[in-house]
């Protein structure tokens, strides 16, 4: 069992900028990705951006890169996304993903946490 808690969501103006934290209770990240999707009211679920935690590998939506950066911190088995020069097209609440990828696959998912940007 694998908990997700996150924060850093809110009401920001666009163009501006936020950071979305997510700590993982799990004993070692090395065998995990972790990263966020995010949906909108009426949208379907959507990819925006993971990180491989052994090699810190990442990705990205076309939709994001260039905006948002996705990193890891080790010793606080924690992720982040910086989100810079936020659009309104943004808004959505925003979820923490955890997969383990070896030696069985499991997945795990946060509460999710709000962001609106507003024009």
């Known amino acids: 069992q694998v908990q997700l808690v996150e924060s850093g969501g809110g009401l920001v103006q666009a163009g501006g900028s936020l950071r979305l934290s997510c700590a993982a209770s799990?004993?070692?990240?090395?065998?995990?990705?972790m990263g966020w999707f995010r949906q909108a009211p009426g949208k379907e679920r959507e990819f925006v951006a993971a990180?491989?935690?052994?090699?810190?590998?990442?990705y990205y939506a076309d939709s994001v890169k260039g905006r948002f950066t996705i990193s890891r911190d080790n010793a606080k088995n924690t992720v982040y996304l910086q989100m810079n020069s936020l659009k309104p097209e943004d808004t959505a609440v925003y979820y923490c993903?955890?997969?383990?990828?070896?030696?069985?696959?499991?997945?795990?998912w946060g509460q999710g946490t709000q962001v609106t940007v507003s024009s």
């Open positions: 993903n955890a997969e383990r990828l070896s030696p069985r696959r499991s997945n795990y």
């Open positions: 990180i491989k935690w052994r090699d810190g590998s990442t």
């Open positions: 799990a004993r070692t990240l090395s065998q995990w990705a």
